[in-house]
């Protein structure tokens, strides 16, 4: 099933001067890695008879995605399609998947196949330079999944084909972030049956064996970022989602550090400076889509939440559920009544991130290519193919998904 399309045009800017689109790093200097970030809006279809799945339509988060060949994938997610979170509304998971391909006007979406089950949360990872894409984890209505899908495309046909990896992890696992190095896949963060994750492990993409690897240097991370630049594994971002309400020191809070490992002898992890965009501009990296090219290695990051205000909110969260312990019915009241208002302020008071970045490692910096108010989601596909970068779907705020698609041109 598929549908053409001819409708990507550029993005609509309000005043003439802001069509000439500008790269800056830090302190506002020309970057380094782009002269010109030129973006295009890319029309994905919407037509319905192509989703078998109407909520999907109005756009997801925590979705699967990624690149294999000259093909874009999306797919998976989760939104609240009926009633709003604010008043009480159920997240639904998706199982569908879908291809985009084309080149300047002309897109075509394709309906690839069902996953086994409906997830959310889990980690996409390329393989064999890009030719090849796993989807590994994740967690839907029916609970979290250690299956492993590979997404592949046929030589005679030319067509995306979805199949079962030959081995699965051995437990239920989403919410982390996985690299592939070596023949291994590495994973880390998020859950495991229940339980946080505060190990590295490797998964070997030869016989399935799961061995533990390291500990993590400073506990256990929700929504952390993993990739391998020249043999050294980078861990960025994530939260403590807060422990046992009876226990001191178990609050919530946001990672501030990140890491690197050697992976050719991975006996300690070497911290690296705090993230940040500029001086005082803390990155968070929580909600952050990040993509790395298979042919160059290059690493890209797009959005992502402001951190005050997502430790607000988990530590409102965090107190919740102390009130309901303690059967306090005024707290509990008032901090739920805090929250709703939390969920109904407009966009901007979100302060998502505008910014697509950069990696230069041996800098350790991450460099601002460019800053635009599409960037600022959380949650989205981001994937990288050569000078392009393509970003699909996300929060617009908590609660709220976009279906828009984006193309970045970095030549």
Not at 20 to 38: K, Q, T
Not at 114 to 137: E, Q, T
Not at 176 to 182: C, L, N, P, R, S
Request: contains cysteine; proline residues 5%; aromatic residues 12%.
């Amino acid at each position: 099933m598929k549908y053409l399309h001819s409708k990507a045009t550029l993005l609509p800017l309000l005043v003439s001067f802001a069509l000439a689109l500008f790269s800056c790093g830090e302190g506002g200097s020309a970057s380094s890695y782009s002269d010109v970030v030129n973006i295009s809006s890319v029309e994905i279809s919407r037509d319905s008879v192509l989703y078998a799945e109407p909520g999907f339509l109005q756009g997801v988060s925590g979705a699967f995605g990624g690149a294999v060949g000259d093909t874009y994938i999306y797919g998976g997610g989760c939104n609240f399609p009926d009633i709003p979170v604010a008043d009480g509304g159920q997240k639904v998971f998706y199982k569908s998947l879908y291809a985009l391909s084309g080149k300047g006007e002309s897109w075509e979406t394709t309906f690839i196949s069902f996953l086994p089950k409906s997830l959310a949360y889990g980690a996409s990872v390329s393989l064999g330079g890009g030719d090849m894409l796993l989807l590994v984890g994740g967690v839907g209505e029916r609970g979290a999944s250690g299956e492993i899908m590979m997404l592949s495309k046929m030589t005679d046909t030319g067509e995306i084909r979805l199949s079962k990896y030959p081995f699965a992890l051995p437990f239920g696992w989403y919410e982390g972030a996985a690299a592939e190095h070596g023949k291994s896949l590495y994973f880390t963060g998020g859950w495991k049956d229940g339980e946080l994750v505060t190990d590295l492990y490797a998964f070997s993409l030869r016989s399935g064996e799961t061995t533990k690897v390291i500990s993590l240097p400073d506990g256990a991370r929700l929504q952390p970022n993993l990739f391998v630049i020249d043999g050294y594994l980078f861990l960025f971002g994530g939260f403590f989602p807060g422990g046992d309400v009876r226990i001191p020191g178990q609050e919530p809070y946001v990672h501030r550090t990140a890491w690197k490992l050697n992976l050719s002898a991975p006996k300690s992890w070497e911290k690296l400076n705090t993230p940040e965009a500029m001086p005082g501009s803390p990155l968070s990296f929580i909600g952050v889509a990040v993509a790395q090219d298979q042919v160059s290695g290059a690493v890209y990051a797009v959005g992502g939440v402001d951190p005050v205000l997502f430790q607000d909110a988990i530590s409102r969260g965090y107190l919740l559920k102390k009130a309901v312990f303690r059967r306090d019915a005024e707290a509990e009241a008032r901090l739920k009544e805090e929250h709703r208002s939390y969920l109904l302020q407009p966009e901007s008071r979100y302060r998502f991130s505008p910014r697509l970045l950069r990696y230069d490692h041996r800098q350790d910096h991450w460099n601002i290519l460019k800053d635009s108010a599409i960037f600022s989601t959380a949650g989205a596909v981001l994937a990288a193919k050569g000078d392009e970068l393509l970003m699909i779907g996300g929060e617009r705020k908590p609660g709220v998904r976009t279906f828009d698609a984006y193309l970045c041109n970095m030549k």
